[in-house]
């Protein structure tokens, strides 16, 4: 079945970084878009990064020039490096594909960025 396993969330300091993996499975990996999404308690989850089967990747501005999303077929994994974190960027990311008319969501990593 498919399945979406998030990993690589975690405590930071301001301007720190991490790395999130997004491991796929379950489908035919390269012939689909991803997207990055995060959650803060009592808003909306929101579109932070995607990237196209071809590797064209698009950012909200929020993150523009801080965060890398990049994809490794072999693997069946999408990363979402992210620099310079800020407070602000505290919240359970997700990664998502579209299968059809199906969104496949992962369980979420948790990424809290201390002041």
């Known amino acids: 079945q498919v399945q979406l396993v998030e990993s690589g969330g975690g405590l930071v300091q301001a301007g720190g970084s991490l790395r999130l993996s997004c491991e796929a499975s379950?489908?035919?990996?390269?012939?689909?878009?991803f997207g990055w999404y995060r959650q803060v308690p009592g808003k909306q989850r929101e579109l932070v990064a995607s990237?196209?089967?071809?590797?064209?990747?698009t950012y909200d501005g929020s993150v523009k020039g801080r965060f890398t999303v990049s994809r490794d077929n072999a693997k069946k994994t999408v990363y979402l490096q992210m620099n310079s974190l800020e407070p602000d960027d505290t919240a359970v990311y997700y990664c998502?594909?579209?299968?059809?008319?199906?969104?496949?969501w992962g369980q979420g990593t948790q990424v809290t960025v201390s002041s």
């Open positions: 990237i196209s089967t071809g590797g064209t990747t």
């Open positions: 998502k594909v579209n299968l059809v008319t199906i969104d496949y």
């Open positions: 379950g489908f035919g990996f390269s012939r689909y878009p």
